[in-house]
């Protein structure tokens, strides 16, 4: 059972509560990624368990700030939480405006260019790595992308 939150309502206890549990299970996960990463004898087996490992454990670290935002917005003591509320985003003006959208364009760019990188790797798909780690980057300039969408829609549109 995870901790009581003073204060919380039944939706942010058992919110909470959900998220804690799940922080122990991914804790876990993460050392026996970590285990196999250093555990493979080939090279490329404990390079792509690393990949994974480095997502796994940004994920944990993301839940562990979820888990600690929800505990903070419940007890209502005014503490700054990890993962911030959007109430002050709109103060970020036009200038933030602009910088977003020229970081969409960026990143669009970006992913033609990985795109046609990767048409070029073809050749070598079946022999190295290398066709996806490109996809990969693909997968995060898109992450990329709806960030700065999420951000620019904030923008356009501030909580009042």
Do not use: C
């Amino acid at each position: 059972m995870a901790e009581r939150i003073a204060g919380a309502s039944v939706w942010e206890q058992e919110l909470y509560d959900y998220v804690a549990s799940h922080i122990g299970q991914e804790q876990a996960i993460v050392e026996e990624y970590r285990a196999l990463a250093e555990s493979g004898s080939s090279v490329a087996f404990r390079y792509l368990a690393g990949l994974i490992l480095d997502d796994e454990v940004r994920h944990h670290r993301l839940m562990r700030d979820l888990a600690e935002s929800i505990k903070a917005s419940a007890e209502l003591t005014g503490a700054s939480e990890p993962i911030p509320d959007l109430r002050d985003i709109g103060s970020e003006g036009e200038q933030a405006l602009a910088l977003t959208e020229r970081f969409v364009q960026i990143e669009r760019d970006d992913l033609e260019y990985l795109q046609r990188l990767a048409k070029t790797l073809k050749p070598v798909r079946d022999t190295t790595l290398w066709s996806l780690v490109v996809e990969l980057m693909e997968d995060d300039t898109r992450k990329h992308i709806r960030i700065l969408r999420f951000i620019e829609e904030r923008l356009r549109n501030p909580i009042r």
